[in-house]
Nanobody, 117 residues
């Protein structure tokens, strides 16, 4: 069965640069796009980034563009989100998902919490 397991979150100071990871298993990881969503307390999920199957195309929501970089290692079935210059408004539970900007997102990981202080 499909599993997505995120890691790399935690408490960081404003301006910090954590790297989130998502390890995928149970399907052919290299065949599809992947994405990152986040959910802040009291708010609905917000898409953050997408990356296509071979990592050559990336998409970012406006609020993180220029501060976040998505990448993937298809040999290791892992997708990454390098976050830089974090702000308090980046505090959220970050989920990786299967799918791209125009497809459904059938599978979600349990999330990794990023708290910026």
């Amino acid at each position: 069965h499909v599993q997505l397991v995120e890691s790399g979150g935690g408490s960081v100071q404003a301006g910090g640069s954590p790297r989130l990871s998502c390890a995928a298993s149970g399907y052919t990881f290299s065949s599809g796009s992947m994405g990152w969503f986040r959910q802040a307390p009291g708010k609905g999920p917000e898409w953050v980034s997408f990356i296509n199957s071979d990592g050559t195309d990336t998409y970012y929501t406006a609020s993180v563009k220029g501060r976040v970089t998505a990448s993937r290692d298809n040999a290791d079935n892992t997708v990454y989100l390098q976050m830089n210059n974090l702000r308090s408004e980046d505090t959220a539970l970050y989920h990786c998902v299967t799918g791209g900007p125009t497809t459904g997102h059938q599978y979600w990981g349990q999330g990794t919490q990023v708290t910026v202080s």
